[in-house]
Nanobody
């Protein structure tokens, strides 16, 4: 059974930091590009960041560049998202996603094979 389990969300004040984790199981983690998406109430799900299978390439949405970092630990089948200098507009449910093979760019939701259940991030002003 494929599982992507996110953790690390919560409530934080503007300017604060959170680290999200996504633990994967049930598929060959090394073969998948891993990404984080988010969805705010009333908005479409949007790509935040993606890291390639080779761990040498990563991509960020313009809105989070310079504030968010993504990395993966293939030995632990886990991908992380470090979020610094959080803003109220970062408030959303954050989802982990997996896309088979190499990728260039985050892409849309249709490019991803597996999804987690999401973790809530709330940034207060």
């Amino acid at each position: 059974e494929v599982q992507l389990v996110e953790s690390g969300g919560g409530l934080v004040q503007a300017g604060g930091s959170l680290r999200l984790s996504c633990a994967a199981s049930g598929f060959t983690f090394d073969d998948y590009a891993m990404a984080w998406f988010r969805q705010a109430p009333g908005k479409e799900r949007e790509g935040v960041s993606m890291i390639s299978t080779e761990d040498g390439n990563w991509y960020f949405a313009n809105s989070v560049k310079g504030r968010f970092t993504i990395w993966r630990d293939n030995a632990k089948n886990t991908v992380y998202l470090q979020m610094n200098d959080l803003k109220p507009e970062d408030t959303a449910v954050y989802y982990c996603a997996a896309s088979f093979g190499s990728r260039i760019g985050i892409g849309g939701v249709g490019a991803y094979n597996y999804w987690g259940q999401g973790t809530q991030v709330t940034v207060s002003s």
